[in-house]
């Protein structure tokens, strides 16, 4: 076993160039130096071998697709799949030595980094009522505190099950049945801060709230568009499709207020031409957007094509797909011709040449793929925003055909399939009908709490118990003072977690960590060697199979933990057999393929090379919205603005972490070194702003409710961002987020476009 690090590491910020390239040699060499670093070779072997092959590991990372079975790589994986998954097969450990030494208090003081760096969480610990410190407890112990604490709740919606989008579908399955037969809809989940708008836009307007596209179809684009992603650092292997598709003659349009390294040229590290070659480049064209500008851009690109079709009629819009498949064109056509150009050009901070180039690409263009992500989403219009990309797909019938459609880029690598298994707080009725058949019990039908509402609801003592199953609630939530006022409040916080990260340091009274297996490891039950499935970005669902032995023999699956945690406190009312669950997970799946639609004969089908992908009706030509059509929208121009000597700032990810987890203090790509601690900014601002280069200052929130919000000691770095714009890591920045600052409709924090101002620390 490694010894932890006992010290935090050094702050020392050294600036160089932003690249103009991701991936290649360099990349290779990182993973490994970080692979090494965390565990041994043979561990590293082992798992990198095995990432992302049929049947072996799933990769922790992202939700990216696969390549067709017979398709793939030896080395099926990026830079950053290697360090997540490395980082979860580290061989440092956390023992009960550990937290006798650290209070909570003390650990609290401790950096996000030094947290995680302390390795794998291996036995159940409790921090009792009155406490400082985490001791061991066992296993029955945990779980009857837990089960008696929910059973003396008077109302079992005085409980919240938080789910992040790394649980596999059968730990989701299991929560969820056990939420619902316990008697709540409180299932919030990281998705509610993620892409939630994404999927009540597409909800709304196509009757699915997942994207419609597979890989084949980005292969065979002749357009493709990046709104608000950095795939360089979050989604590395769609480069690798991006690449693909550019062989096939597409064109790429990234739009984004940063020149990512990843949106300019790519050096496949899977081939001997990436690594030692030029690379290919990705955008033929770069929008160099401002913050919150793309609801306007897509207003001009409408607005150019309905102009378009008037020129030359019959020549533009796809007629007979609106005639057929369509509703509200009419409408919209009006709305979209009253936008103004100085408005557009007012929000995007592009020039009118720019955007009617743009417009040039897609006339030229049969299939067209939208790609977003979380520039998008997090903004407060970011609802309307993703109406405006359906608007455009369906102008030209970019939908549901092949080569053609809406890619919302999805984050965690099962956040997907976890709402396939009914973590929602918002189920529809066909699903909990389903439940009902299938188990007999009447599911609660009023909705739940989402993220932003329980955290209100467990601020103002409504909520008395909590349990995250995965993630790191307290930062991956906004607002970190109020959230972490909100957790103290509750009478019971546990976590299931595999390593140590912020959320066990804010306590309620009484506090669990329940320590579990992770997807490396092998998962063995009564009923055999176990293995999960997980649904990715394009809805494949595939099998997960860990392969290392566990970080400790005390290590309980999430699966178990949580049947039996079910078992404990509904004491047989609902006859669910959890015990049979938890012995063998192909009886929780036989169950799961007679609820969820698309899943019948799960068993079987999803052991099969490239598993299951599961229908979407929009490419079958169904669209369940209420006018049983694809629905065009009318959506209100609008655009984020920073008063005098503010500016917009954007929270996001270093390519060195995973959301809330730093693995180091650098990221490469942007030239950062040392330290986290920085805020880039165009550098006409920084001028403007009476700033001077690598000043330290402080971040300071302005919003409607007067409070002071700030993030102390933070470097000025000039960057190529757009005017006006400026960029700094989350979750340091994340106090800067207010709870009620949320997106239209979806309720999602606000991580993108918060107006801030820079305050120099030096007078
Ligand atoms: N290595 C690594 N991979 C990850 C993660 C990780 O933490 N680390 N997290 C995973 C998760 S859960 C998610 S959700 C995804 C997130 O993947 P991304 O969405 O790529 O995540 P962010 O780091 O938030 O980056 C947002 C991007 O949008 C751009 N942007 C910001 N505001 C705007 C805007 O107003 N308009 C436009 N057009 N662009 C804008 C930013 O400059 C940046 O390039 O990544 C997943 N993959
Ligand atoms: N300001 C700001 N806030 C944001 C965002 C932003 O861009 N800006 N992004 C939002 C987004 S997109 C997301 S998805 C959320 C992320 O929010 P979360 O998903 O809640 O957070 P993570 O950082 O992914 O959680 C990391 C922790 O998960 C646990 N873990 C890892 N693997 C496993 C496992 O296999 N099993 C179990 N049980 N536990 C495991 C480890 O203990 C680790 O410390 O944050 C959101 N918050
Ligand atoms: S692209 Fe995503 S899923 Fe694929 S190896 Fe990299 S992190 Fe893992
Ligand atoms: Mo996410």
Request: glycine fraction near 10%; charge should be negative.
């Amino acid at each position: 076993m490694r010894k932890p690090p006992n010290e935090e590491p050094r702050e020392e910020l050294e600036v160089t160039p932003p690249r103009t390239w991701a991936a290649g040699a360099p990349a290779v060499t990182h993973a490994l130096e970080y692979s090494l670093e965390e565990t041994s070779a043979r561990r590293t072997g082992v798992t990198l071998l095995n990432m992302n092959q049929v049947g072996g590991i799933d990769c922790p990372g992202c939700a990216w697709a696969d390549p067709a079975p017979g398709h793939r790589h030896l080395n099926e994986y990026c830079e950053n799949g290697a360090k997540h998954i490395n980082d979860e097969a580290t061989s440092r450990r956390v023992t009960a030595d550990f937290f006798r030494r650290h209070s909570v208090t003390e650990l609290g003081m401790h950096s996000d980094l030094w947290l995680n760096q302390q390795g794998r969480l291996t036995e159940p610990m409790v921090k009792r009522p009155g406490s400082d410190h985490y001791e061991p407890v066992s296993w029955h112990d945990a779980l009857g505190l837990l089960a008696d604490e929910l059973k003396s709740l008077p109302s079992p919606d005085e409980a919240v099950f938080y789910t992040s989008g790394r649980v596999s579908n059968e730990a989701a399955f299991a929560l969820q049945l056990f939420a619902r037969a316990y008697g709540t809809n409180n299932l919030p989940d990281c998705s509610n801060m993620c892409h939630e708008s994404s999927g009540f836009a597409l909800h709304e307007t196509l009757g699915t709230g997942k994207g419609t596209v597979s890989l084949e179809d980005l292969h065979h684009a002749d357009l493709i568009f990046l709104v608000g992603q950095n795939p360089g650092s979050n989604h590395p292997r769609q480069l690798s499709a991006l690449e693909q598709a550019k062989r096939n003659g597409a064109r790429v349009v990234a739009v984004n207020p940063l020149p990512e390294a990843g949106l300019l040229r790519f050096k496949n590290p899977q081939k001997a031409r990436g690594v030692i070659g030029r690379g290919v480049q990705i955008a033929d064209r770069f929008l160099h957007i401002r913050s919150g500008g793309d609801l306007a851009l897509f207003q001009a690109l409408n607005r150019l094509l309905l102009e378009a079709e008037e020129a030359r009629p019959g020549t533009v819009l796809d007629h007979d797909f609106i005639r057929t498949s369509t509703s509200g064109f009419d409408e919209f056509s009006r709305h979209a011709r009253s936008v103004a150009w100085e408005d557009i050009l007012a929000a995007t901070g592009l020039t009118r040449e720019e955007i009617e180039q743009t417009h040039g690409e897609v006339l030229r263009s049969k299939r067209v793929i939208v790609c977003w992500a979380m520039g998008v989403t997090q903004h407060r219009h970011g609802v309307p925003t993703i109406r405006e990309i359906v608007n455009f797909l369906l102008l030209r019938g970019n939908l549901g055909r092949a080569g053609a459609g809406a890619c919302p880029v999805r984050g965690h690598s099962n956040v997907q399939g976890d709402r396939t298994m009914g973590i929602w707080e918002q189920m529809p009725d066909s699903f909990l009908d389903a439940l009902q058949r299938e188990f007999g019990f009447d599911p609660p039908r009023r909705h739940g709490l989402d993220s932003v509402d329980a955290i209100r609801a467990m601020r103002d003592g409504r909520i008395k118990v909590f349990l995250g199953v995965a993630g790191n609630f307290v930062l991956a939530a906004p607002d970190t003072a109020v959230t972490e006022e909100a957790m103290r409040r509750c009478r019971l916080t546990a976590h299931i977690s595999t390593k140590l990260n912020r959320s066990h340091t804010v306590c309620g009274e009484t506090a669990l960590i329940l320590p579990t297996l992770g997807r490396t490891e092998v998962d063995l039950q009564p009923g055999g060697e176990q293995f999960v499935t997980v649904e990715n970005s394009m809805s494949e669902v595939h099998v997960s199979r860990g392969r290392l032995q566990p970080a400790s023999r005390l290590l309980l699956s999430e699966v178990a933990i949580l049947c039996r945690l079910a078992r404990r406190t509904l004491d047989g009312r609902t006859g669910i057999p959890w015990e049979g669950f938890e012995a063998d997970y192909g009886a929780l799946r036989d169950r799961i393929a007679n609820v969820v639609p698309g899943l019948h004969d799960f068993n079987r089908r999803v052991v099969r090379p490239g598993g299951i992908r599961l229908p979407n009706p929009v490419n079958e030509g169904v669209f369940g919205t209420t006018t049983g059509k694809a629905m065009f929208t009318c959506n209100a121009w609008q655009m984020p603005e920073a008063p005098e000597g503010h500016l917009l700032l954007q929270t996001l990810r270093s390519h060195d972490q995973w959301n809330t987890v730093p693995y180091t203090n650098d990221d490469r790509y942007r030239g950062i070194h040392g330290s986290r601690r920085v805020v880039l900014v165009n550098p006409e601002d920084i001028t403007d702003l009476g700033l001077s280069e690598g000043e330290r200052v402080d971040l300071v929130g302005v919003w409607t409710d007067g409070a002071e919000r700030r993030a102390e000691g933070f470097r000025a770095v000039p960057y190529p961002t757009s005017r006006g714009c400026a960029a700094a890591y989350y979750p340091e920045t994340q106090v800067l987020v207010p709870l009620d600052s949320v997106a239209e409709t979806s309720n999602q924090p606000t991580s993108k476009g918060l107006v801030v101002r820079l305050e120099s620390r030096a007078g």
